[in-house]
């Protein structure tokens, strides 16, 4: 069977990776992927993104089926579309993706539904929201209400820094549109993980728990990032704390989509911080698979993941269950010069190893041009190395990422920090 991958990153390059194993594939197709996902020889670039377009080319090639990476086109509406066409695709509907692409409804509706979350309040006047600020104090947290790349959010640890960020976003525009109204939020405390499900409308199939590394440098200083790294599994997920998101966050979300008529189909992505007391709350919901953590996640997926797409367009994802290789997987995130406020592009990228069973190199910001590999983003490359500890993984990755070279690469040399303290 074909089956079609829409995006360009690591997070695409993986799924269309894992995809391409099974044995029952004939060809995977990348819209409109990267340099990586066009050297290897089991995956093909298609060059479209109009969504309509794109349509037209599943129908003509004969795609059974269509998954779709990254928020865009989903908060575009792709899968009403492709549906309205008689096209089987994995993903949320535009109705559902606002979960993601607008934080407003989605406060409102954790709200409105009692999932725990932080205290919050939005606004679109710039006057009110600085009185917000005083009358709560800092630390606080001011964000874009629509999409925003990861970069629309600014945890403030002082007064000054937030009426900055409301000036910013409210009163300079810096974000158009997706700036126009702001949520203000209390800081939350505790450590962060993600918790990824897949729904297939009706039933619910938790993926392998993971924990991303947003900000640029060791030890979490520097900017917000769309992501340094990430590894698999999470060791403060415990068994315990996994039933309880399921039952606080988890399971409610979908029901309450279900109660405020919308069936959700497609990953939803939790984004936690779980406190010193082990109390999770929401941070945000994604409609997608996290970038990096898809690349650790389907490094460590043993089960054929066409059965498990087909299932979750079918609506049979009860009838599956998903094997996971026991080892830890660590990706290290290399990115560009300047990333992530000004990426610098064209530098010629060396030394990437051949895969083996214990090292993956995903591609996301590359591009084949004149037989070299460029860089052409932000992040670059996702290195994931698997081990039976966290330690031993994040070896096998630095093994890999210390042969890899483009000038001003940058990368996080404690990618997994926290899972070492478990
Ligand atoms: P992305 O989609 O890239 O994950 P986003 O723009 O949707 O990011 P959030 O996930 O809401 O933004 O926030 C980004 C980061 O900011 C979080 O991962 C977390 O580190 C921090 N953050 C967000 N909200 C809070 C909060 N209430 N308290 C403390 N930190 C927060």
């Known amino acids: 069977m074909k089956i079609l991958v829409v995006g360009s990153g690591g997070r695409e390059h993986a799924l269309a990776w894992k995809l391409a194993q099974s044995e029952r594939i004939q060809m995977v197709y990348v819209a409109p992927g990267n340099g990586g996902t066009a050297r290897d020889t089991r995956l093909v670039n298609v060059n479209i993104t109009d969504l309509h377009e794109l349509a037209n080319f599943v129908e003509s090639e004969g795609i059974s089926l269509t998954v779709v990476g990254p928020e865009t086109p989903l908060a575009g509406g792709i899968v009403n579309l492709f549906r309205a066409r008689g096209l089987k695709v994995f993903g949320p509907t535009k109705e559902a993706a606002q979960l993601e692409s607008s934080k407003d409804f989605a406060k409102a509706f954790m709200q409105r539904h009692g999932i725990p979350t932080a205290k919050y309040q939005t606004f679109s006047d710039v006057a009110q929201a600085h009185a917000y600020i005083d009358a ?41 549109d997706a700036g126009a109204r702001i949520v203000i939020e209390e800081f939350l405390a505790g450590e962060e993980a993600s918790f990824i499900v897949m729904c297939d409308g009706k039933n619910i199939l938790p993926l392998a728990t993971s924990q991303d590394h947003k900000r640029l440098k060791d030890n979490d200083e520097g900017p917000n990032t769309g992501g340094m790294g990430a590894y698999s599994p999470a060791p403060i997920v415990t068994p315990a704390m996994h039933a309880r998101v399921m039952r606080e966050i988890i399971n409610p979300t979908i029901a309450g989509m279900a109660k405020d008529g919308i069936v959700f189909t497609g990953f939803l992505y939790a984004g936690l911080m779980i406190d010193a007391a082990g109390n999770p709350r929401t941070l945000e919901f994604n409609c997608r698979m996290g970038d990096p953590e898809t690349q650790p996640i389907m490094s460590r997926l043993k089960t054929d993941l066409v059965a498990v797409m087909e299932h979750a367009v079918n609506g049979t994802l009860d009838q599956i269950e998903l094997e996971w290789d026991r080892r830890t997987a660590v990706g290290v995130v290399l990115a560009a010069a300047g990333y992530p406020d000004a990426p610098l592009k064209g530098a010629v990228i060396e030394g990437i190893p051949a895969e083996t069973p214990e090292t993956v190199t995903f591609h996301a910001g590359t591009a084949e041009v004149d037989g070299q590999l460029q860089v052409t983003g932000g992040r670059v490359l996702c290195v994931v190395g698997l081990g039976d500890s966290v330690k031993l993984a994040q070896k096998t990755a630095y093994e890999v990422v210390d042969q890899i070279s483009f000038e001003g690469m940058q990368c996080r040399r404690d990618i997994g920090w926290r899972g070492l303290k478990h």
Do not use: T
């Open 136 to 176: 709560n104090g800092a630390p606080i947290v001011i964000k874009a209400d629509g999409l925003a790349a990861g970069k629309g959010v600014v945890v403030a640890l002082s007064l000054d820094e937030a009426h900055r960020a409301v000036d910013d976003m409210l009163a300079d525009n810096r974000f158009g």
